[in-house]
């Protein structure tokens, strides 16, 4: 690990909304009287009814419960939109940016207020309701913004399934928050390819009847099958509608949205978001961290379909009045300068993206950057999984010509926002370090036996106080929220990752030490592939781990005990990466499969994934203790037909 130092540069110490001073006052106050430092950064949204409580938090086992700014009212498309049409009705909110280079758009926030009031609109005329939850399966279109924000308008509940996911995924995730209302396009456009969306969502709707409208919004234009009296095409219904919305009242508590998220056992959970204390968090955290001023051009990569695409695409961006570029397409298409390309094209200011797509654009060379300008380019930012220290410097030096900070946010789903990260104007840079916390955010690292460590350590991150835009359950399923979070540390919530802390007192977050792997930044459950492989009629059991992929951060490593009388062969493997391709999606899809025999197991029958995870990284060197394995002969077999050599 580098230990590098960039120390701020001197104008951004002068100009920047935070810098050390403030940083160190404003972090002070906010753990020594987070009620009164909250209360005030609760002032930054219009509220109906203010709050005259701040925080009600409990993470004592079996009580979990948080609550922030509990007895207030807001709704959450006025403070991004309507309280912004008096001074910046005009201004663009989101710029669209097509697949293809060709296509772009302009919403005004004007333009964008009367769009998400028709969609509003047409979601009431289907008969949604405050608190109905309402899933979105869609492209990155200004519709799927729509979409979201209709939901907030008048109460309903959303849940962005990620259009990658197979119609077995979005059944799943459709079913177990029970939405009755689906809002999709007719295809997707990725990298020139259509991605069927309406079909999937008809072999979805298929397994789970409980839908009862589709909204179906026009892309590509391609012939897709309506069902009578379910589908409705979205600019036939939107006729019919009127530009105006009223929003309704909602209280602080009241839930925003669920995001589906891997863990490491079972089915997804649904991660569970409120309205105010998510805005707040969103909105002071985008603000403070991207260092956000006026009329700037921030454009994050993610998809509306991630956590990501919600608080940094979407909400943290319209709550603080600005101008959020939303891409439909792929960093590499049509080539490889692309990327660099839209931020001249547009004359973007802030660009966050993660690593794995630096990592894709640095084999291209320096060559697809540097024939680009970059010039409006200020500040840089990473997130999703650990940056390596190589990816950074590139990144710095290449496309920021050193002279662009670069922000290395950690977080997750189920924090909202962000927790860990620099402030540009405060905090020299580390390559590799996510360096401080943020307002409120009281990071402690612990080892095994949850002992909190001091000073330079690494062990388990840990979090032992709330922060406003924290998950509030697990949707349907609290006691599966408290025993995920809270009952690996009591009175903490866990983060599942691992964290190394420096004398400075920087985090370097070093991964996940759950079941959980990290591909291309985006989170799969172990088990949840295991379980897609084992439902193939030739499969009779499964281990999946992560090992080091130089472009994905991880790849999925996949050993595969086949039924007896079943054969190995080429055929067969590439048979079981396209069934937990079409089961789960092309995200979940096995880099590496290995037909074992048998699985390394103790005598009680429990898989050792250590060794799996040692010989899949090619470090079988190091296998530690076997002796406790009821069949130490398997490892040999194992090591022998190792997929990962180097
Ligand atoms: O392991 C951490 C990694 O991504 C996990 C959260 O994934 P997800 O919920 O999909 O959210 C991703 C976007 C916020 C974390 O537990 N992770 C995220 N950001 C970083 C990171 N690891 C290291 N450095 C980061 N900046």
Not at 4 to 17: E, F, G, N, T
Not at 207 to 216: A, C, W
Not at 602 to 618: P, W
Not at 621 to 636: K, Q, Y
Request: glycine content about 8%; charged content about 25%.
């Amino acid at each position: 690990m580098s230990e590098k130092v960039y120390p701020v540069p001197q104008d951004w110490a002068a100009r920047a909304l935070i810098d050390e001073a403030a940083y160190r006052d404003m972090y002070d106050r906010s753990i020594k009287d987070p009620e009164g430092f909250w209360a005030e950064q609760g002032k930054r949204l219009d509220w109906i009814k203010p709050y005259t409580k701040v925080k009600n938090v409990s993470f004592a086992p079996g009580k979990v419960s948080i609550k922030w700014f509990e007895d207030g009212t807001l709704n959450l498309s006025v403070n991004c939109i309507d309280r912004h049409l008096a001074t910046r009705g005009d201004q663009v909110a989101f710029i669209w940016e097509g697949d293809d280079p060709k296509d772009d758009a302009k919403i005004t926030y004007r333009q964008l207020h009367t769009e998400v009031c028709r969609m509003a609109n047409v979601l009431k005329a289907q008969g949604v309701k405050k608190g109905d939850r309402v899933t979105i399966y869609m492209p990155m279109i200004p519709e799927a913004t729509y979409a979201m924000l209709a939901c907030a308008r008048i109460g309903a509940v959303h849940s962005v399934v990620f259009g990658g996911f197979s119609p077995d995924s979005l059944a799943g995730r459709i079913e177990d928050c029970g939405s009755t209302c689906l809002i999709t396009a007719d295809e997707g456009l990725r990298a020139g390819k259509k991605v069927p969306l309406k079909a999937n969502a008809d072999a979805a709707l298929a397994k789970s009847p409980l839908v009862t409208s589709v909204i179906v919004v026009k892309r590509t234009g391609a012939a897709v099958s309506m069902t009578e009296g379910r589908d409705l095409w979205y600019h036939e219904a939107v006729k019919n509608v009127s530009d105006n919305c009223p929003p309704e009242e909602m209280s602080a508590e009241d839930p925003l949205f669920i995001l589906y998220t891997s863990g490491s056992t079972g089915k997804p959970k649904g991660v569970l978001h409120t309205t105010g204390g998510y805005l707040v968090y969103v909105s002071m955290t985008f603000q403070y961290v991207f260092d956000y001023q006026d009329a700037e051009i921030f454009w994050c990569t993610a998809d509306v379909g991630w956590v990501t695409g919600h608080s940094y695409v979407v909400y943290g961006p319209l709550a603080c009045g600005a101008t959020s570029l939303l891409f439909e397409g792929v960093p590499n298409y049509p080539s490889v300068s692309r990327v660099w390309e839209v931020i001249d094209k547009h004359g973007v200011s802030i660009f966050y993206t993660a690593p794995t797509a630096l990592r894709a654009l640095m084999q291209a060379g320096d060559e697809p950057v540097k024939k680009t300008s970059r010039k409006s380019l200020r500040l840089l930012g990473s997130v999703g999984e650990p940056i390596n220290p190589e990816a950074w410097e590139w990144y710095h030096r290449v496309v920021g010509e050193d002279r662009c900070p670069i922000v290395d946010t950690w977080w997750q789903t189920e924090t909202g926002g962000i927790l860990i990260a620099p402030f540009p104007g405060a905090t020299a840079l580390k390559p590799g370090s996510a360096t401080r916390p943020f307002f409120g955010v009281q990071p402690k690292i612990v080892d095994a036996e949850g002992e909190v460590l001091e000073g330079a350590c690494e062990g388990n991150l840990i979090l032992t106080d709330s922060w406003p835009g924290q998950m509030r359950t697990v949707y349907g399923d609290h006691q599966r929220f408290m025993e995920t979070y809270f009952s690996t540390y009591p009175n903490a919530y866990f983060t599942g990752d691992g964290c190394r802390r420096d004398d400075d007192g920087y985090y370097w977050i070093t991964g996940r030490v759950d079941d959980v792997i990290n591909v291309s930044g985006h989170r799969m459950g172990t088990a949840e592939v295991e379980s897609s492989l084992v439902a193939h009629s030739k499969v009779s059991e499964a281990a999946v781990v992560g090992y080091p992929h130089s472009i994905k951060g991880q790849g999925i490593y996949a050993y595969v005990t086949l039924m007896a009388g079943e054969e190995p062969s080429e055929e067969l493997r590439k048979e079981l990466v396209q069934w937990v391709r079409k089961d789960i999606g092309p995200i979940a899809s096995p880099d590496l499969i290995q037909f074992a025999p048998s699985l390394p197991k103790t005598r009680s029958g429990k898989i050792m994934r250590r060794i799996l995870r040692k010989i899949a990284e090619d470090e079988y060197g190091s296998l530690g203790d076997t002796s406790t394995l009821s069949d130490p002969g398997v490892v040999d077999d194992l090591i022998a037909n190792r997929q990962n050599k180097r």
